[in-house]
């Protein structure tokens, strides 16, 4: 029987350094600063910002969340994103994405500065991910992925990783961390043939579709790592990820949960990049 890992601790022990740098910084006379920049009210946007202010009102990173009108134009958010570039205060920016349809994000992710890019959203960052150039700054999904199995005392060196999923949020960049880490790994997508097969001989399976619950026992094999980036709502209105952690459980070794997994890490993870990047922009 498996054992389910939370994302509690792992947020803790991250926060609690957190805490710690931010002290110094301000013992120096500065305030580390995040800019969120949200259009409309999606929930899930709500729900990361709601755990970020929750969290750095906690260990003193001085966070402005500036909400625009779902139908703001393209022109408009530029000129706005152009302004929180040059705001000497604001060291990371974080735009929640997808963007509304008016928006194309391949102008848009040119606009914000890579030095204040806090999500992998500008394409110095995204190349900087696939040379593994330490100096920016990876997507914090993927990041809290990596943070969670180093947790956990997970060996990832010479492992098999199979990850379900290529998007640019979690998918391709979970892959290329852990590329990084030694691991040997397979990228499944919708076109995959005799996914369950492949999911099988993994020794960690990370998990980044969008389906709920559609990660079952078959996918897994005996005594695997599962880790369930999924947010989903399943028929009774509940949040779910896309593994059945009930079904999975009687195979694997640790799954991480969905609530209380992965998406509480991803806020501790962005707090250590605002960190990051005011130490850089102030040369420390
Ligand atoms: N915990 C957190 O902090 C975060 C969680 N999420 C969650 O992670 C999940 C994935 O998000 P995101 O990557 O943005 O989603 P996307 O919809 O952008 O990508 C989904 C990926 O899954 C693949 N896929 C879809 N259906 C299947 C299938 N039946 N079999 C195999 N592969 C399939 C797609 O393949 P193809 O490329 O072929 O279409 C695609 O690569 C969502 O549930 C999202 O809510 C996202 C961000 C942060
Ligand atoms: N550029 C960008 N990057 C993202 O990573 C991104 C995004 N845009 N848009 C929205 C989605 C959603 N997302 C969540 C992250 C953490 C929690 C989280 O902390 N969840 C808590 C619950 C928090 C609560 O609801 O109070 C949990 O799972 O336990 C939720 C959702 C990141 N996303």
Not at 2 to 8: R, T, W
């Amino acid at each position: 029987m498996g054992q389910i890992i939370k994302g509690k601790p792992v947020a803790d022990a991250i926060t609690e350094q957190l805490a710690k740098d931010v002290e110094e910084l301000k013992g120096k006379g500065i305030t580390p600063k995040l800019t969120i920049m949200r259009i409309g009210e999606n929930p899930s946007d709500l729900s990361y910002e709601r755990g970020a202010l929750k969290r750095y009102a906690k260990v003193g990173i001085d966070t402005e969340v500036k909400a625009y009108p779902e139908n703001i134009s393209q022109e408009e958010f530029i000129e706005e994103i152009k302004k929180v570039n040059e705001d000497n205060k604001t060291h990371g920016i974080l735009i929640f994405r997808p963007l509304p349809k008016q928006m194309d994000e391949d102008i848009i992710k040119h606009v914000i500065s890579p030095e204040k890019d806090m999500d992998c959203f500008s394409p110095i960052n995204v190349a900087k991910l696939m040379s593994g150039d330490k100096t920016g700054f990876p997507p914090c999904t993927p990041t809290a992925v990596i943070e969670i199995l180093k947790h956990y005392n997970v060996d990832m060196k010479g492992k098999n990783a199979v990850v379900i999923g290529r998007s640019m949020v979690v998918g391709k960049p979970v892959s290329m961390l852990l590329l990084d880490e030694n691991a040997t790994v397979t990228i499944c997508h919708s076109r995959t043939k005799n996914m369950a097969e492949i999911a099988s001989k993994a020794d960690i399976l990370v998990v980044g579709v969008g389906k709920a619950k559609m990660v079952t026992k078959d996918y897994v094999g005996k005594d695997a790592v599962v880790i369930d980036v999924g947010i989903n709502v399943d028929e009774e209105g509940k949040l779910c990820g896309d593994v059945d952690t009930e079904d999975c459980l009687e195979r694997a070794s640790l799954i991480t949960p969905v609530p209380a997994g992965v998406g509480s890490v991803t806020t501790s993870i962005l707090g250590k990049h605002v960190i990051k990047a005011c130490k850089a922009q102030n040369n420390l």
